[in-house]
Nanobody, 117 residues
Framework: QVQLVESGGGLVQPGGSLRLSCAAS??????YGWFRQAPGKGREFIAR????????QYADFVKGRFTISRDNAKNTAYLQMNSLKPEDTAVYYC????????????WGRGTQVTVSS
């Protein structure tokens, strides 16, 4: 497992942008995922990226607005969020899994993103 710490959340106006970071310590070359949970709703998948950064996958509702990336030298994953909407308000979580597995075995504590005017 790895320890994950998310950062970069905050309050942003509709149409604005934020970049979330997920710093990992411990195991390297993880695959990463981003998830979110809005009040009263279940956790939903946003995006994932494989260990090399070559393969990415997105939920339909964020395609064209969010971009997942990684910097293996920094052992960090990112989620660039553009054109934010009020319905994007949620706690955003980073998850990680080993290089050769598809499962996530480590989770961060989350960072709050609030989209409001």
């Amino acid at each position: 497992q790895v320890q994950l710490v998310e950062s970069g959340g905050g309050l942003v106006q509709p149409g604005g942008s934020l970049r979330l970071s997920c710093a990992a310590s411990g195991r390297t070359l993880n695959h990463y995922g981003w998830f979110r949970q809005a009040p009263g709703k279940g956790r939903e998948f946003i995006a994932r990226i494989n260990w090399s950064g070559v393969i990415t996958q997105y939920a339909d509702f964020v395609k064209g607005r969010f971009t997942i990336s990684r910097d293996n030298a920094k052992n960090t994953a990112y989620l660039q969020m553009n054109s934010l909407k009020p319905e994007d308000t949620a706690v955003y979580y980073c998850a990680a899994g080993g290089r050769y597995t598809a499962d996530f075995d480590s989770w961060g504590r989350g960072t709050q993103v609030t989209v409001s005017s």
